[in-house]
T-cell receptor, first 114, second 113 residues
Framework: AQKVTQAQTEISVVEKEDVTLDCVYE???????LFWYKQPPSGELVFLIR??????QNEISGRYSWNFQKSTSSFNFTITASQVVDSAVYFC???????????FGGGTRLMVKP | DAMVIQNPRYQVTQFGKPVTLSCSQT?????MYWYQQKSSQAPKLLFH???????NEADTPDNFQSRRPNTSFCFLDIRSPGLGDAAMYLC????????????FGPGTRLTVT
């Protein structure tokens, strides 16, 4: 069975601080995909990134960066110089071929205060 | 620009009165999903269509049904809504079931009175 754990249920930072959202996953499959989604107060989940299990390269997109480490089964997400618009719930998710579906973590609510 | 559209955005229904939520997509994706999301929880998959093939999750109540008349549209029918069915209902699409990201609509918030 698959499992995704986001240990931080809520994080509060002040604007311009850097913040890292943790994601730890469990699976016995060797082929899998990891995702991050953002859910702002409006409710729509917005896709941020997809990473497959064979690609451990870190990725940077503007102020966002992702650190994938198979050795620790982690796929952490860092926001640099946070902004108020980053306030949202962030979900990490896992997809394995056998199950086909997304297994979501419990989400981390990020509050960025001005 | 809208890719996954859900109507209505807010729906109020009475206890036991059937309700239908709709979803349409302009992405021409093969897979369409329906999720239920309650406050402070992760989305919970109810079922999905891979093309015309319907796939129900084991723990989805019989009260929930779905129809996909064509590639673009998918409907969620709740036959006899209970107070516990009040939630946000999210529709999503993806190109295939494995290895591709899902694109979500804005959701329909259902209130049961």
């Amino acid at each position: 069975a698959q499992k995704v754990t986001q240990a931080q249920t809520e994080i509060s930072v002040v604007e311009k601080e850097d913040v890292t959202l943790d994601c730890v996953y469990e699976t016995r499959d060797t082929t899998y995909y990891l995702f991050w989604y953002k859910q702002p107060p409006s409710g729509e989940l917005v896709f941020l990134i997809r990473r497959n299990s064979f690609d451990e390269q870190n990725e940077i997109s503007g102020r966002y960066s992702w650190n994938f480490q198979k050795s620790t089964s982690s796929f952490n997400f860092t926001i640099t110089a946070s902004q108020v618009v980053d306030s949202a719930v962030y979900f990490c998710a896992l997809s394995v071929e056998a199950g086909n579906m997304l297994t979501f973590g419990g989400g981390t609510r990020l509050m960025v205060k001005p | 620009d809208a890719m996954v559209i859900q109507n209505p955005r807010y729906q109020v229904t009475q206890f036991g009165k059937p309700v239908t939520l709709s979803c349409s997509q302009t992405l021409n994706h093969n897979v369409m999903y329906w999720y239920q999301q309650k406050s402070s929880q992760a989305p919970k998959l109810l079922f999905h269509y891979y093309d015309k093939d319907f796939n129900n999750e084991a723990d989805t109540p019989d009260n929930f049904q779905s129809r996909r008349p064509n590639t673009s549209f998918c409907f969620l029918d709740i036959r006899s809504p209970g107070l516990g069915d009040a939630a946000m209902y999210l529709c999503a699409t993806s190109r295939a079931r494995f290895g591709y990201e899902q694109y979500f609509g804005p959701g329909t918030r259902l209130t049961v009175t």
